[in-house]
């Protein structure tokens, strides 16, 4: 029998970067350009690592990003953080590092921290260097991978980079 941990994880970043978008591939493997922001809300989806089952529950901020500040409960108990940007969008990049910084203030101690480096579909309007993406992330700790929600790709190795990284139980 295979033990299940539930995981909280929580998403961060501007408004538009493709939350939603990543939680709804995710757990529905499903891309809808007209998602609203509640769809993506409390998702649950289950996965194996090692002889356990990761049990995610996804908490999107269904829009309350824009407010710059989430409430305290939006953190809590969470082990991972899901920190996404544009990478057609220099300024999302940019303000990653106040989500990171959020975090670090208001989220639990020892949170794992996965970026995504979403839209990468868009390569063509690139303003996202990966290196940078790769320098910052090393610095802070944290995972990085780009994704596309739109074209399925590294959605799942995003959150098989956060499951790397949850000490097993024993
Ligand atoms: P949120 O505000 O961060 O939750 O972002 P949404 O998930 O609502 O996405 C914002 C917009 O970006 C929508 O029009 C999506 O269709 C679009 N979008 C999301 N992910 C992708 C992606 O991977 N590629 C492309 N091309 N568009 C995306």
């Given amino acids: 029998m295979m033990a299940i941990r539930e995981l909280k994880v929580c998403l961060l970043g501007d408004t538009g970067v493709g939350k939603s978008s990543i939680v709804c591939r995710f757990v529905q493997d499903h891309f809808d350009h007209n998602i609203s922001p509640t769809?993506?809300?409390?998702?649950?989806?289950?996965?194996?690592?090692?002889n356990e089952?990761?049990?995610?529950l996804i908490w999107d901020?269904?829009?309350q990003e824009r407010f710059h500040s989430?409430?305290?409960?939006?953190y809590r108990g969470s082990a991972a953080a899901v920190i996404v940007y544009d990478i057609t969008k220099q300024?999302?990049?940019?303000t990653l590092k106040k989500w990171v910084k959020e975090l670090k203030e208001h989220g639990p101690e020892n949170i794992v921290m996965a970026i995504a480096g979403n839209k990468c579909d868009l390569s063509d309007i690139r303003e996202v260097p990966l290196?940078?993406?790769?320098e910052y992330a090393e610095s802070i700790g944290a995972v990085v991978v780009e994704t596309s929600a739109k074209n399925a790709i590294n959605i799942e190795e995003l959150f098989q980079g956060i499951s790397r990284q949850i000490p097993p139980l024993d």
């Fill in 53 to 56: 089952l990761h049990k995610f």
């Fill in 131 to 134: 290196k940078d993406a790769k």
């Fill in 39 to 50: 769809i993506g809300a409390s998702m649950t989806k289950t996965v194996p690592c090692g």
């Fill in 70 to 74: 989430l409430a305290p409960m939006y």
């Fill in 91 to 94: 300024d999302s990049f940019h």
């Fill in 61 to 63: 901020t269904a829009g």
